[in-house]
């Protein structure tokens, strides 16, 4: 090893690309290194289906930091969108689909079918949202404090989806459109602050439209190519195929990684992808990370959702609009369906988002087949039976539930692959949605910052803890007061 | 509500508690004693029941990294039947425990403490994949404690030639026993079946120096007679794991701190400190936590008191700022006058070692 690094991001997915990009945009020596053989992680089309591929992680963009897309120059290395609002379409059971688009007036004449209150008050539900959503810019967006109505953002904090829901809409269809969203990160939709992840997602932006849906041109993918070309540009070296055995400290400072192989890198500070218990638990050494904090880690999420993608032959009609679609009867379910899951059981009622990519960019499969890729929550991490034993019931449970609203759906699979939920991701709480950025990037070890998904204020593919962390350590390495 | 436990030598200390006045230690139930029995240790020897002490055994492969890791001092160095003194702290750097830590092989140690702390201890331990057991109740602990400790050891037959701070195991006619000098006299340990026995002949053979049992006001008093905090008595520990206080400066207890050690919440023990301080009154002991000032101005504040037979007047441990910690310097505890004096009170009442049966020179 004759190269000398400043730093170094463990894992090569969108995240830590961002982070070395952005370290190395600022003269910084930085390595990335991959377990896999190819970087992208969870946007790599690594999942294998009927003769191609397809990403095994997030199926939408909603979250992207616009700054990252900005300072990178992704548009200019080729990040294109191929959907770039897409409406939400609620399926229900009476074969009325509830379709949420950006026009107020369409959105609220469709809304009108379930109740004349509801389709009156949606403009200025989601006017007033968006305003305030805004203003949490400052604590989303950026290393800031928040300057927007404090009360707000309290009674925010202290309230829970479902709370916030029924004293917005009066009806069951309008309240189950947002289930889904209701449920991120693995909370109960009845869980106190759980109204933030709406506040949260209506704070993004994609393509310049605030609270957009979005699906890059050539998929997940293409997203982690432009951004493996920004990184390589900038010049930090990409290291596939090399996993990360441990962390190596110098007292309480990091000093470097050591590789599965034996290699040992110094390194004076080093920016950790993975969730905060795989970095501070598995990585560092054994009590590094204080012993009360270890315990606290130790709790694996109990909570997670699984994908499902199905290559389809032919799209049924249900599902031929443009846009994404949540399936889910009730939200006062969701309820339920998250205690069935805590207690290891899969749940009876099952919140699915569908989305169908090919409709966007049929270049993303050769033949003409079509992609349905499928998030469903609240499922357990870790059931009693095991997910090898689970799976087959959940798959056939969702089918039937998708063949239930989409007619067809069955007849026509080619190919079907499944994703378990990761046992590996840290549990959300409230209180980590509005602590401080530096406090979720910053570790007990010195030197060492998280600058994935476990450092995002909610978990979802955005870049920015990545973009946030890479200044944090930058200011490390010049040996800034912290 | 679990009942009060009994330690090995209940029936020997109910015998012995004339005043018939009784305390919980740890769940134990203890003789409470007499104060001057305290004198009696600095004149003779006293024999106290100390077994309601917490015991943690700690044992496996990494022990010795985690009991480093642990302790704010570092205990590799630390050979088999040598102790050392020190602090645990939670993740900020707040005291949660204070003990004596001794190792007993290359992977076993004993972590000894008027306060337990077992749930913690175990917790992080198994990080480490180290075996922590609660073996307070499988051995019975007498303390003998006094200048004629030694001459009355010998007597027994037991030849007392050890330093303080170490662990040595004996066999006593017919007894395995464990003889160690962790607080202010000798520690005798035994098995809890063996207790009545070892009680019965250390009496015997202490007949002729007039050793008398003690209760655990007299252990109480010689303990802060000598400077020592205790948990409980003079603070609260921390048992938040991520609250700051009681920090180790804060109690005076920087020198239980090594700055070049990598232990457990070091990085909340930066700072100056105050240093510990003890205080004379001239009249009744103060409340605990009394703010002390001079000229009106908040200087420290006190940790326990009470009063103490060796010098007859009310004694405090105190916190102080530096500038008030000189000795003779005047201070004000409430409505009551005070002023500094350098720790101990009094030297611990060390047994004389066995080769000076005649006076010391100069004496």
Aim: aromatic share 6%; with cysteine.
């Amino acid at each position: 090893m004759s190269e000398v690094f400043d730093a170094l991001v463990i894992g090569g997915g969108p995240n830590g690309l961002t982070a070395a990009a952005t370290l190395a945009q600022a003269g910084i020596r930085v390595a990335v290194l991959e377990t896999e053989a190819m970087t992208g992680g969870a946007c790599a089309n690594s999942l294998a289906l009927d003769g191609f591929a397809v990403p095994a992680g997030a199926q939408t963009l909603y979250a992207l930091d616009p700054r990252v897309v900005k300072n990178l120059k992704l548009v200019r290395r080729g990040l294109k969108f191929a959907g770039r609002d897409l409406p939400r379409i609620a399926l229900r059971s009476d074969g009325n689909p509830l379709v949420l688009d950006r026009d107020p007036h369409s959105a609220a004449r469709s809304i009108s079918a379930a109740s004349q209150r509801d389709a009156e008050r949606f403009a200025d539900f989601r006017r007033e949202h968006f305003a305030f959503a805004r203003s949490l810019r400052a604590l989303w967006w950026e290393d800031g404090t928040f300057g927007g109505d404090e009360d707000e953002l309290r009674r925010l904090g202290a309230t829970s989806a479902v709370a916030f829901l029924d004293a917005a809409f009066e009806s069951e269809a309008t309240k189950a459109v947002f289930a889904f969203d209701a449920m991120a990160g693995g909370l109960s939709p009845a869980a106190a602050g759980t109204s933030l992840l709406f506040a949260w997602r209506a704070s993004q932006e994609m393509c310049g439209l605030q609270g957009a849906v979005a699906i890059p041109r050539g998929g997940m993918a293409a997203l982690a190519e432009a951004l493996a070309t920004a990184a390589g540009a900038a010049g930090a070296e990409i290291r596939t195929g090399s996993p990360v055995a441990r962390l190596l400290l110098s007292g309480n400072t990091v000093s470097g990684v050591a590789l599965a192989l034996g290699e040992e890198i110094p390194a004076r500070v080093v920016l950790s992808s993975l969730s905060r218990r795989e970095t501070l638990l598995t990585l560092a050494p054994t009590g590094a990370v204080g012993f009360a904090a270890a315990k606290q880690l130790g709790r694996a999420p109990q909570i997670g959702e699984a994908k499902l993608v199905l290559a389809l032959r032919a799209v049924p009609a249900a599902l031929q609009l443009a846009g994404r679609f949540v399936i889910a009867e009730r939200l006062e379910s969701c309820i339920a369906a998250h205690a069935e899951a805590r207690a290891g059981r899969l749940p009876g009622d099952l919140v699915l988002e569908a989305v169908v990519p090919t409709m966007f960019d049929p270049s993303l499969t050769p033949s003409g087949a079509h992609i349905l890729s499928v998030l469903v929550r609240p499922l357990p991490v870790s059931p009693e039976e095991g997910w090898p034993r689970l799976a087959p019931r959940l798959i056939e449970n969702m089918l039937a539930l998708l063949e239930r609203h989409a007619p067809g759906l069955k007849a026509n699979i080619a190919g079907l692959n499944f994703v378990a939920p990761k046992p590996s991701r840290d549990p959300l709480t409230a209180s980590h949605m509005l602590s401080s950025w530096r406090a979720r990037i910053a570790t007990p070890i010195a030197g060492l910052f998280l600058c994935g998904e476990a450092a995002e204020p909610v978990p979802a593919l955005s870049c920015r803890a990545a973009r946030i962390a890479a200044a944090i350590a930058i200011a490390h390495l010049k040996g800034e007061v912290q | 509500m679990t009942a009060l436990r009994a330690t090995p030598f209940f029936v020997r200390i109910a015998e012995a508690n004339k005043l018939n006045e009784w305390e919980n230690r740890n769940g134990f139930t203890l003789a409470s004693g007499d104060p001057s029995e305290a004198l009696a240790a600095r004149f003779g020897a006293v024999l106290a029941d100390v077994s309601w002490q917490a015991r943690a055994s700690i044992s496996g492969a990494r022990a010795g990294e985690f009991v480093s890791r642990l302790l704010t001092r570092d205990t590799s160095q630390l050979r088999p039947g040598d102790a050392l003194k020190a602090l645990w702290l939670n993740d900020a750097g707040g005291v949660r425990g204070i003990g004596t830590v001794a190792r007993l092989g290359p992977e076993s140690f004993v972590l000894i403490s008027a306060a337990e702390d077992f749930g913690w201890i175990a917790d992080a331990a198994a990080l480490y994949g180290v075996a922590v057991r609660d073996v307070t109740e499988e051995e019975g602990v007498l303390a003998l404690i006094g200048p004629a400790s030694g001459k009355v050891l010998a007597a027994a037959g037991l030849e007392a030639d050890l330093h303080p701070l170490a662990l040595r195991k004996y066999f006593w006619r017919g007894l395995d026993v464990t003889l160690s000098r962790l607080g202010g006299g000798t520690e005798l340990w035994c098995a809890p079946d063996d207790a009545l026995i070892v009680w019965d002949r250390i009496v015997k053979a202490g007949h002729a120096f007039a050793l008398c049992p003690a209760g655990q006001r007299a252990l109480d008093i010689l303990d802060l007679e000598s400077g020592i905090v205790q948990p409980g008595r003079d603070f609260a520990p921390a048992r938040d794991g991520f609250s700051p206080d009681p920090s180790p400066q804060s109690l005076g207890l920087d020198g239980l701190v090594d700055r070049d050690h990598i232990f457990n919440g070091r990085a909340g023990t930066a700072g100056p400190g105050k240093v510990l301080a003890g205080i004379l009154f001239d009249s009744e002991t103060p409340a605990p936590h009394t703010i002390l000032t001079r000229g009106g101005l908040a200087v420290g504040r006190t940790l326990g008191s009470l009063v103490s037979p060796a010098l007859r007047r009310a004694v405090a441990l105190a916190v102080v700022d530096s500038a008030a910690a000189a000795p003779g310097t005047a201070l004000t505890a409430g409505n009551l006058t005070c002023r500094t004096t350098a720790l101990p009170f009094l030297p611990t009442p060390a047994p004389l070692p066995p080769a000076t049966e005649d006076p010391p020179p100069g004496v």
